[in-house]
């Protein structure tokens, strides 16, 4: 075909039946109707995509804050395991001071025991060591009312070897002889007492009878020696004081003994002992000359 040649270009059908402008017209508004539509659907669509962007990025921020959280409660969980961990140290570390703490106490009260043992083991030893020292004059306390108790009942001897029995006589002499007997007992208890070893028990005990004994277990020593004694003793029944009575005497024969030996070669050879109760207080003093 040459470039002279006519073609013939058929139309599209559908302008064929488009022959008039009614219905073009018709055809244009549908047209716009469908463009309008589409238009609509874009409008949706764009709203709905904003929507959807909206909703991803708090999507994506509530993401994020439980990714914190659960970054936050790993970080409590790992704290708190090792607080636990810490716990369980402590524990462990308590439990095993309450272990030293009982042995440390039982080794205390151990201990504590021995040292009222050898306290008492040095009581006993010093009261020993002051009955030794009281030996010779007890045996001069003794030895008076035994010869007493010779002498009274020599006594009612003679007079019934005489066949001139003086009943009142004899009466007297045996009961001055059973004095004599109850006195030397107690001389002999108080030093069984004085000497025996028992636990130390408080009790309410008058200081002022406490001092007596301790003198009289040491009268005769004193009297050998000359040494006057002279005791101005405030009346305490009403004021005992709770205390041991051995001990206390203990405590005043010690005194005594060191008075007495402080008056060796003094001229003047005096104890005087004092006491009396200011407010609650037994105040007892001790002098010598020497």
């Known amino acids: 075909m040459t470039t002279s040649q006519?073609?013939?270009?058929?139309?599209?059908?559908?302008l064929d039946n488009l022959t008039d402008s009614g219905q073009l017209e018709l055809e244009y508004a549908r047209l716009r109707e469908a463009n309008k539509r589409?238009?609509?659907?874009?409008?949706?669509?764009?709203?709905?995509?904003?929507?959807?962007?909206?909703?991803r990025r708090r999507l994506v921020q509530q993401t994020?804050?439980?990714d914190n959280s659960r970054r936050a409660l790993l970080h409590l969980l790992?704290?708190?395991?090792?607080s636990n961990l810490r716990l369980e140290a402590s524990r462990k570390a308590m439990i095993h001071i309450m272990g030293d703490l009982r042995e440390t106490t039982a080794e205390i009260q151990r201990r504590e025991q021995e040292l009222r043992e050898k306290q008492e083991q040095l009581v006993q030893a010093a009261k020993l060591a002051t009955l030794g020292q009281l030996t010779t004059g007890v045996a001069h306390e003794l030895n008076n009312p035994l010869n007493n108790i010779g002498l009274f009942v020599g006594n009612v001897i003679d007079l019934i070897d005489l066949g001139t029995p003086d009943t009142a006589r004899m009466q007297r002499d045996l009961?001055?002889?059973?004095?004599?007997v109850v006195k030397a007992s107690q001389i002999i208890s108080h030093l069984r007492t004085f000497g025996r070893s028992a636990p130390t028990i408080h009790e309410e005990v008058s200081v002022k009878a406490i001092i007596v004994q301790a003198v009289s277990l040491l009268q005769e020593q004193l009297r050998l020696r000359n040494i006057d004694v002279q005791l101005e003793l405030c009346d305490d029944d009403d004021r005992l004081v709770l205390g041991n009575a051995i001990q206390l005497e203990q405590v005043?024969?010690?005194?005594?003994?060191?008075?007495?030996d402080a008056l060796a070669n003094s001229p003047r050879k005096v104890i005087q002992i004092s006491s009396c109760v200011e407010r609650k207080i037994i105040k007892i003093i001790v002098k010598d000359t020497g």
């Open 6 to 14: 006519l073609v013939d270009i058929p139309r599209p059908h559908a």
């Open 64 to 66: 994020e804050r439980l």
């Open 78 to 82: 790992k704290d708190l395991h090792r």
């Open 175 to 180: 009961n001055a002889a059973i004095g004599q």
């Open 252 to 260: 005043f024969l010690n005194l005594l003994t060191n008075a007495r």
């Open 38 to 55: 589409l238009a609509n659907q874009r409008k949706a669509m764009l709203h709905i995509l904003a929507d959807y962007e909206l909703d």
